[in-house]
Nanobody, 118 residues
């Protein structure tokens, strides 16, 4: 079964930037490139929300809250998805996860925490 490992989270000041990475391992890596992938984030007591997605062909979609500030990319041979976060705001503080964009996704990874604070 495919497993995701997110990394790159950190404490950063408002207005700062980060790059998050999501690496996949395990089974079905060869078919993973055929799926749309997404980054999600979650804060305590709230539902996990999708912030960015990318299709197999590279088409992207963003939530209104991050549009123009976040950029999602993927490296198919490396089975890795990236999320570039720019002009970070305090409300971007959350644990960030990646997964296949589907109604029944594989198990979630541990996520990577982003804290935006001065």
């Amino acid at each position: 079964q495919v497993q995701f490992v997110e990394s790159g989270g950190a404490l950063v000041q408002p207005g700062g930037s980060l790059t998050l990475s999501c690496s996949a391992s395990g089974g079905f890596l060869r078919v993973l490139s055929a799926y749309s992938m997404a980054w999600y984030r979650q804060t305590p007591g709230n539902e996990r929300e999708m912030v960015a997605s990318i299709t197999s062909s590279g088409d992207t979609n963003y939530s209104d809250s991050v549009k123009g500030r976040f950029t999602i990319t993927r490296d198919k041979p490396k089975a890795t998805v990236y999320l570039q976060l720019n002009n970070l705001k305090s409300e971007d503080s959350a644990v960030y996860f990646c997964n296949i964009l589907t109604n029944n996704p594989p198990p979630w990874g541990q996520g990577t925490q982003v804290i935006v604070s001065s």
